[in-house]
């Protein structure tokens, strides 16, 4: 019976590999950001130099909000794979950078919700930017969807501080 179950152990802890093919296509999708980000940044240039068509401080917001986005989703590989699949070495490496492998679920779970609110707000403010151009309900539900990942944020943020208090208590 202790073999069967040393070998059902040794098949589940094998089995979080499973989940790294997730983070690698997370890295294969800021490459298509990264395609994303270009196409816009030429935009910008040519509104600049060439006097296309366009705002370019909306260009410039939706680089913005494509790099948090890119930074969100390597932030997700990385700690993702560190938490859920295998550690990163070399530990000392002098560009590895000072979050990796203190990032753990919670802290994942804030910096997500976090980030969800940056680009929301960025999205909400090119919204404002183009105004005369948004119709009044569509302004209303980005509003009343920002104001609903900021709530969620702060019950995240809430939730984590109570239950960090409950563990300091118990010690």
Same mark, same amino acid.
């Given at each position: 019976?202790?073999?069967?179950?040393?070998?059902?152990?040794?098949?589940?802890?094998?089995?979080?590999?499973?989940?790294?093919? =997730?983070?690698?296509?997370?890295?294969?999708? #800021? &490459?298509?950001?990264?395609?994303?980000?270009?196409? *816009? $940044? @030429?935009?910008? %240039?040519?509104?600049?130099?060439?006097?296309?068509?366009?705002?370019?401080?909306?260009?410039?917001?939706?680089?913005?909000?494509?790099?948090?986005?890119?930074?969100?989703?390597?932030?997700?590989?990385?700690?993702g794979y560190e938490n859920f699949?295998?550690?990163?070495?070399?530990?000392?490496?002098?560009?590895?950078?000072?979050?990796?492998?203190?990032?753990? =679920?919670?802290?994942?779970?804030?910096?997500? #919700? &976090?980030?969800?609110?940056?680009?929301?707000?960025? *999205? $909400? @403010?090119?919204? %404002?930017?183009?105004?005369?151009?948004?119709?009044?309900?569509?302004?209303?539900?980005?509003?009343?969807?920002?104001?609903?990942?900021?709530?969620?944020?702060?019950?995240?943020?809430?939730?984590?501080?109570?239950?960090?208090?409950?563990?300091?208590?118990?010690?």
């Amino acid at each position: 019976m202790k073999r069967l179950e040393n070998l059902f152990e040794s098949l589940l802890f094998s089995a979080r590999w499973l989940l790294a093919p =997730f983070f690698f296509g997370l890295v294969l999708a #800021i &490459g298509v950001l990264f395609l994303k980000f270009g196409k *816009e $940044l @030429l935009s910008l %240039f040519a509104m600049v130099f060439f006097g296309a068509e366009g705002h370019p401080i909306l260009s410039i917001l939706t680089l913005v909000d494509t790099a948090l986005l890119a930074s969100l989703l390597l932030i997700i590989a990385f700690s993702g794979y560190e938490n859920f699949v295998s550690k990163f070495g070399p530990d000392d490496h002098e560009d590895r950078p000072a979050w990796m492998g203190s990032v753990g =679920f919670s802290d994942l779970k804030l910096k997500l #919700i &976090g980030a969800i609110v940056a680009i929301s707000t960025v *999205e $909400l @403010l090119k919204t %404002f930017l183009d105004a005369e151009n948004t119709n009044p309900e569509t302004m209303a539900w980005k509003v009343g969807i920002h104001l609903t990942f900021v709530t969620s944020g702060v019950l995240f943020a809430l939730t984590d501080f109570i239950a960090g208090k409950n563990k300091a208590s118990k010690k």
